[in-house]
């Protein structure tokens, strides 16, 4: 099964990050993906200051941070 953040992507949805948590609206196609597809995760609903919306919050959800933490252990190994 695909990520949350790979689905979103997949999907079109409008998505942020800070560091490894992954931010993203909160709309009735965004809350089944996360109900049915991923119960597992670790959601929190915040207000965008920006938008002034509610928008889902997943906690180390943002898959290209851990990517890049992995590829630069690679590099690290690799010296």
């Not at 670790?42 to 959800?61: M, Q, S």
Request: hydrophobic residues 30%; aromatic residues 16%.
């Amino acid at each position: 099964m695909k990520s949350l953040y790979y689905r979103l992507k997949e999907e079109g949805i409008e998505i942020v990050n800070h560091y490894s948590d992954l931010y993203f609206p909160v709309t009735p196609e965004t809350t089944r993906i996360l109900r049915e597809d991923y119960p597992e995760a670790r959601a929190e609903v915040f207000t965008n200051l920006i938008t002034k919306t509610p928008w889902y919050d997943v906690f180390g959800g943002y898959d290209p941070h851990w990517e890049e933490c992995e590829r630069k252990g690679k590099e690290r190994e690799a010296k």
